[in-house]
């Protein structure tokens, strides 16, 4: 008897040993994991700030190539700086998820944000043989912190474009109030993605673009629908996506409404 006993505190010893050693790995991830989020922020910072860098080094090229026209470098150039103050923003919203930092939210008009990436992008579309529809009432406004549903958006769309480039297409951007979230859709009539692939496409570093495409693109990273997801998961909001092949692709933003104005 006295043996079990034994027996029986020497195994609730082990097992208090155990759950002490659990805690402590517990209490030690929790300090690294602020590390791993900035490891990650890195890359997708990198990935972000390229969108911007990209139409940024267009209007200081157009500035330099109509050096003598004040009136076009001046446009330029305040292009530029806009360009750039937004890349300041992204990477400080970034940092600021990555550490965990609750963001500023005020309502956002959504025509505005979709009309100001365009503008961002630096890019007709329609010389790529890309219609572009925008179907999202005046009024419509979401609760977000803009800067970072722009990033999203610009992702989408700089997707979309990819996916029309080799026959053209069109690229529709709709909104509308469903209840209390507002529902805005990307759709492209593009190549599509195929059925295996939708489940991993929101995953950090997957990729279905080809690295041996013959477009001045480069061949994806794989972060910028995982940068996305981790907006709207932030946003308390959903990201989905619906695609055929050799159709197109749907992708459905889903975020906080605000309250529209009288």
């Known amino acids: 008897m ?56 267009s209007y200081a090229e157009l500035a330099l190539r109509h050096i003598d026209d004040r009136d076009l470098v001046r446009k330029a150039l305040e292009k530029a700086v806009l360009n750039c103050n937004r890349a300041a923003q992204v990477m400080e919203s970034i940092l600021n998820m990555a550490h965990g930092k609750t963001q500023k939210r005020e309502p956002v008009s959504i025509l505005d944000m979709v009309e100001d990436v365009f503008i961002c992008l630096c890019r007709d579309f329609q010389k790529d043989g890309i219609s572009v529809r925008l179907d999202i009432p005046t009024p419509l406004k979401i609760q977000a912190t803009r800067v970072q549903i722009q990033q999203v958006l610009m992702n989408l769309i700089l997707n979309a474009r990819e996916a029309m480039l ?10 509308r109030q469903a209840g209390r979230q507002v529902l805005l859709t990307v759709a492209d009539t593009g190549t599509g993605i195929p059925e295996a692939e939708l489940e991993h496409i929101f995953n950090a570093f ?26 709207m998961d932030a946003h308390e909001g959903k990201i989905s996506v619906s695609s055929t092949p050799g159709k197109g692709t749907t992708f459905t933003l889903a975020l906080p409404g605000a309250e529209l104005e009288n």
């Open 206 to 231: 997957y990729s279905n673009k080809d690295s041996t495409e013959t477009k001045d693109e480069c061949f994806g990273t794989g972060l910028g629908l995982a940068f996305c997801r981790l907006v």
């Open 166 to 175: 080799s026959q053209g297409g069109a690229l529709a951007i709709s909104a």
């Open 2 to 57: 006295a043996g079990l006993i034994q027996k029986r505190r020497s195994l609730h010893k082990h097992l208090e040993e155990g759950n002490q050693q659990n805690r402590s790995l517990q209490s030690q991830l929790c300090k690294l994991q602020p590390l791993a989020n900035i490891g990650s922020a890195s890359a997708m910072i990198a990935h972000e700030i390229n969108n911007i860098l990209t139409p940024f080094g």
